[in-house]
């Protein structure tokens, strides 16, 4: 995160809107990104495609934690992605795009892609 | 007369061994000699007689060992409804009851036993039967159903086992055994008081030393006269007091008969007749009958083997015995009656519980001899075991026969011990099996026949299994996964006991973690069933799968499909036309769906509140075509439209699904309502499948298409619509309740201990008196289902997650496109995600 600056910043929605261990999809820097919040109040920001599904989608997995990793499971096929790194859980040669994303005054602020992914 | 090169077989007799003689002589090669000509007096083939009590559960077809009725041997022939009369070894021919005269170069009987029915007078009225045959059990039933009171003249294996299925009919039964206790071959006295303590307990009337005088009546029966002169008024009799070997064509032809009957035979059971030998129940090797089926079979594989000049020789049988009777445990082997030389006993009694057991043990101590198990009978199979593999006894015996000791299941078998006498596979061939690549006892019994036939050893094969997996350090975990170290099963017993509402309250007390796609789901399947809220109230929403979560299956493009109930398939001309018209007016493709039923696809997510807005407002419900629940009650035209139907097929379907739609479960649930025998709903192929009867309805359950296709089991026949839906809640309730995550019913069933006839206690005979729980659960259920879509667009909070993007609710998701083919929507693929740019417009927050 430490890599965004300020003006790069956009507010995609306020905390409140995504629920506890839930995602959403967000417009921002052009792309399709999936905002999730774990349990703990932290919140991760990815590329919403699935590049095993190969569609737009992963905002709408299951969040959960193996070991002490938070991931979310696509809906399509259940592959498992590292809300931090976006590395797949299952095949680690597979990585989606994160994003740099903040929570000031209660808003959520993406940041343009950070790590890319080689889907 | 043209020399006939190749040798000719005959077999007198198509029964179990019969038929097991002409497997084991193609397996070996004998049809390469011999031409094998087999008679059949019956007009089926062979069947199961062991398990001649469920012909009336699962009918005739299920109990065949040769469906179809032709051996792929070509060799070989069948020819069924066809009787030897007589036999002569001189000319070595057998005459047919037809004049048809068949030469043999070697001619095999297996001509069985038939029932010895006591000459008292009156034993031939109508009214009186034998208990052998398909046709016996057939005429019994007919019997039963214009009959309210029975007997059962016999008290012993096969007395009972009659008595009860008389008693199942709906006949008030009494057992009449002129001994002074009932199954007094396998029991000995003590044994034999707590036997008829639970057999009174099934509703049974026992008689015991008491003998038939006479069956009353003026050519039907009335009633039953016993020597103290005492007369019970009944309408029928069957009689169950011991087999006579079938000798005749034998004693006819001169060839030499046991004193107490039976085709006399030696070592390799050969006759006193050249070319001629005898196998199964009308065989007696040394004198002595076997009326059990595995030393038949040992005897078959015995004469195959002599045939080829092999040496084998049948030196007696193991005569251990398990009661197959519902709920009653009785168990004997080896030597029960304590006839070796200073034999010793061990005697365990426990009056109140009704368990009695008692080992008897050689008197040095080391071995086990055989045994007399009442009331618990879990020991059997290994206590069996250890008698026939002569293994050496623990240091304290006792703890084999002491309730919930562990000690049996500490006593490891040797590799040689049989585990399945009916069969004689040994616990090495079962390890053996485990190694060939089967992962399951019934894989195991599939591959080597263990349990295939009495099943009295199928505990014992499945905890081999299971032992041998351990063994290998292949540990069977039965984890839900790694937040949860219990079954779904336990799961939900848990989230009952304590009343639990919410995931955070479960995985804080009784697992780690912050869940997954796994547990999740499944919790929010189990409060489901409990609480029977909306699935997407605010705290299970991230529970739920995503299609639970939008109500609506996902697509692979990510967009969803949308299908409305239509409960049993039928529906009105005016609803057909508004989905047509919500399809045509969102672009939706339409398909006829499998469940009788119509899916509109490629919906995107933000607009299935407004495609649900217009069916709901239409009269349409949510088809729960997402859920781990209910899905669809197929039904065929019945009654109403069917020249053949005998109920109302369509009535029913609709009640049904329309009673139990909603309903989470481990996995969904399917249903049909069929008009009649002709099944064209196919019912048999689902979870429950209910067929109409001349009387009601016939129940059956476990039914499955997919992956693992099983036809559903008859669970109970002839029921009135409110005893069907009475079982049926109590079944699917008991299923919601024990059955593991994504395990259908089919699987679930195979799964409990005791299969269907567990789920027969349960459902129809209470035995656990859980019926009442289940029903209100159900109850519950029913009163409190709601439709989910119409809650979820009547509800702001929940309509506020249908949108495509958080920050710009309006924009449809740019990866989302589509192609035409035959004039419809189709997906187009899709190579990577679409980025706009930055150019498109974002809601500022
Ligand atoms: C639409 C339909 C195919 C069709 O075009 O006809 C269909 C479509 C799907 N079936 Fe099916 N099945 C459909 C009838 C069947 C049938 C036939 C029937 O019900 O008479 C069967 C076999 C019968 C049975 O279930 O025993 C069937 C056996 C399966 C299975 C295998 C289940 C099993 O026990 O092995 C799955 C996989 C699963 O559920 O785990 C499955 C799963 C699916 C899923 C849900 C796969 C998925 O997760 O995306 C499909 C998506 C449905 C959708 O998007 O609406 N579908 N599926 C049928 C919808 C019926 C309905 O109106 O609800
Ligand atoms: C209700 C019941 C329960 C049982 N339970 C058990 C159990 O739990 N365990 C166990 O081990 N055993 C059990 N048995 C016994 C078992 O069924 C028999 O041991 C077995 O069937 C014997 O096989 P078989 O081939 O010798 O005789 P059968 O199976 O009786 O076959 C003989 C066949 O020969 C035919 N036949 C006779 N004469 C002629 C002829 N002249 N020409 C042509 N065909 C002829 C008969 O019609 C019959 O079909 C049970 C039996 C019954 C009836
Ligand atoms: S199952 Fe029977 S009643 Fe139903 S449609 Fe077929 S033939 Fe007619
Ligand atoms: S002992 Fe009868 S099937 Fe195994």
Redesign the interface.
Known sequence: MSDATTEQL?????LE??????G?????????VA?FR??DDHVHAL???DPF?????LS?????????R??V?S??H?Q?FDLRTGVCLDDDTVRVTTYPVVVRDG?VLVGPASGTGR? | MSPHLRKRLVVVGHGMVGHRFVQAAVERGLSETYDIVVLGEEVRAAYDRVALTSFFEVGADRLSLLPGGVYDDPRVSLRLGTSAASVDPATRTVVLTTGEELSYDELVLATGSAPFVPPVPGHDLEGTFVYRTIEDLEAIRDAAAGATVGAVIGGGLLGLEAANALRQLGVETHVVEMNPRLMSAQVDDAGGRILAGHVEKLGLTIHTSKATERIEGDGRVTGLTFASGETVPLEMVVFSAGVRPRDQLARAAGIAVAERGGVLVDEQLRSSADHVWAIGECAAPAGRMYGLVAPGYTMAEIVVDALLDGAGTFTGADMSTKLKLLGVDVASFGDAHGTTADSVDLVFSDAVAGVYKKLVISDDGKHLLGGVLVGDASAYGLLRAMVSSHMELPANPEELILPASSGASAVALPAEAVVCSCNTVTKGEIEGAVDGGCDSAACVTTCTQAGATCGSCKPQVKKIVEDYFTSQGVVVDRSLCEHFSMTRAELFDVVLVHGYRSFDEIVQAHGRGRGCDICKPVVASVLASQLNGHVLAQDNRPLQDTNDAFLANIQRNGTYSVVPRIAGGEITPEKLIVIGEVARDFGLYTKITGGQRIDMFGARMEQLPAIWKRLVDAGFESGHAYGKALRTVKSCVGSTWCRYGVQDSVAMAIALELRYRGLRSPHKLKGGVSGCARECAEARGKDFGIIATEKGWNLYVGGNGGAVPAHAQLLASDLDDNTLVRYLDRFLMYYIRTGDRLQRTSTWIGALDGGLERVREIVVDDALGLGSELEAAMARHVDTYFDEWKATIEDPEKMRKFVSFVNAPGTPDPNIAFDTSRDQIVPSPSAGPVSLGATISVRES
Not at chain 1, 60 to 68: F, L, M, Q
């Open positions: 956009v507010a995609v929605c306020a809107d995504i629920d506890r261990e839930g959403v999809a967000a417009l921002a820097h052009g792309d399709v905002v774990t349990y590329s919403n495609y599904g190969h569609a737009s989608v709408r997995g299951i969040v959960g934690t193996r070991g002490d938070p991931f499971a809906p399509l259940k498992a808003q889907a």
